[in-house]
């Protein structure tokens, strides 16, 4: 299947800092991306898709200025948490749709865990 | 009503045994279904899709009632390496390709 990478794998960070997650289609181009967080116990969330060229389009309650995306190619796009607190720590991964033989999908990076102290 | 919901667990069963998880969904008009599998600490990964007539890959065989609105996964001859959360994921309407995730079901296969 189609892989997705994500950088880093894991960060752990100081209140008010920014992080930098980056999510990238290895062996394939993605015009859309997504990103999702994931807390202990819970379901994936979707955040907000990411379509390249143009603004993410963020889920309700996702505050965009907090959580800037940007997909300036068609193999990466970034997810910046701005001033991190420790309730945003979490588990955040990124997918890609692939669209193939009549049939879409979405693959999934391994996911960047956020530790915020 | 959550849109998607899905029994927790953990379903813990012996190994080579057949188990069974349901899925239901809200919304009448949802238009695409997977199961998908997601380890301890890791990224889900596709299982399979679901289809309106059922499909069957080896061991693991996928259900639509859209009477009902629910989707089942059923699996046979469990092994150990079954034991992951696998989570149901609806694409609610046409025109959008959102996944929409349920909580996930734990099943634990026992030696």
């Known amino acids: 299947g189609a892989v997705v990478s994500q950088h880093p794998s894991r960060v752990i960070c100081k209140s008010g800092t920014s ?80 669209i193939g033989g009549g049939e879409e999908t979405q693959y999934f990076g391994p996911g960047t865990r956020l530790l915020v102290l | 009503r959550k849109e998607v919901e899905q029994d927790p667990g953990p379903f813990n069963v012996p190994e080579g045994a057949t188990v ?19 380890d301890c600490r890791k990224e889900p990964k596709l299982l399979m899709s679901v289809y309106s007539s059922g499909n069957e890959d080896g061991r693991f065989t996928a259900q639509l009632n859209r009477a009902s609105q629910y989707i089942s996964l059923l699996i046979r001859d469990s092994k150990l390496s079954d034991s992951a959360t696998y989570l149901c994921v609806v694409i609610p309407t046409s025109g959008t390709y959102k996944y929409i995730f349920g909580t996930g079901t734990r099943l634990k296969v026992l030696a």
């Open chain 1, 19 to 98: 992080v930098k997650i980056e999510c990238r289609s290895l062996d394939f181009q993605a015009t859309t991306m997504f990103w999702y967080r994931q807390f202990p116990k819970q379901s994936l969330m979707l955040m907000a898709t990411s379509n390249e060229g143009s603004k993410a389009t963020y889920e309700q309650g996702v505050e965009k200025d907090k959580f800037l995306i940007n997909h300036a190619s068609l193999t990466l796009s970034t997810l910046t948490v701005t001033s991190a607190h420790p309730e945003d720590s979490s588990f955040y991964i990124c997918s890609a749709r692939v």
């Open chain 2, 20 to 38: 069974a998880f349901n899925c239901t969904y809200s919304n009448s008009a949802s238009q695409s279904f997977f199961w998908y599998r997601q």
